[in-house]
């Protein structure tokens, strides 16, 4: 079945750019198309697509104020669509906070062809986009900045094993599930599931809210490799 994508921008060369490049793939398929942060949530709450391309910043409603909304729905809206953030920035505020809500990762407008059709099958089939180091950078710089729920957050951390603090851990640091099996001596799907618990005990999202949590708990610190 083919990837449901919206594209949300205040750029119309761009979103044209983007749906043309996406729905050129066999398996993508660009359902709609939307100008500010408000039109993107009416347009998925109606088209339900899997992945919304959320542009930072626009008119009417910017993108995070978006990206809470379609992850953060009032009662009766069930469908949630995962959010990759696009910027023309490396360093923006605003990506921290759509972490922090839920999004899956960003990428960079000026990112080559190939990694935007990359980004939207990584981030549809459930796995955060992670790997750029920007991302790392940006993360450690803002969850540093980000200290008054960490006596919280570090609390929670007595609920994992040691081997999920582990795995947490090297989350955080932007290894893969294939370098972390690595890294422990242990089976991929193993690390898969100790990842899973990490995730539902500590009530998030996916990797990219992982992420966030080690550097905000103190469990990571920026800087560290």
Request: proline share 5%.
């Amino acid at each position: 079945m083919a990837i449901r994508v919206i594209i949300v921008d205040d750029q119309a060369m761009v979103r044209a750019g983007f749906a043309a490049l996406l729905a050129a793939q066999s398996d993508i398929d660009v359902v709609g198309e939307a100008p500010n942060g408000r039109d993107g949530v009416t347009l998925s709450r109606t088209a339900h697509p899997d992945l919304v391309l959320m542009d930072v910043r626009m008119p009417e409603m910017d993108g995070l104020t978006a990206t809470r909304a379609l992850l953060d729905p009032p009662p009766g809206v069930v469908h949630r669509p995962k959010v990759l953030m696009l910027t023309t920035f490396d360093a923006d505020d605003y990506i921290f906070e759509a972490l922090r809500a839920g999004a899956s990762g960003f990428l960079l407008k000026d990112a080559p062809p190939a990694d935007l059709i990359s980004a939207v099958r990584i981030v549809a089939g459930g796995d955060a986009l992670l790997a750029p180091s920007v991302t790392r950078k940006l993360i450690a710089e803002f969850a540093e900045r980000k200290t008054s729920s960490r006596r919280e957050r570090s609390l929670a951390l007595n609920g994992l094993t040691p081997r999920e603090t582990e795995v947490l851990g090297l989350i955080a640091r932007g290894l893969s599930n294939q370098e972390i099996a690595g890294r422990l001596v242990l089976a991929e799907q193993t690390v898969k599931t100790h990842i899973g618990r990490v995730l539902a005990k500590l009530n998030l999202r996916d990797r990219a809210q992982a992420v966030v949590f080690a550097y905000e708990s103190g469990l990571v610190t920026p800087g560290e490799s």
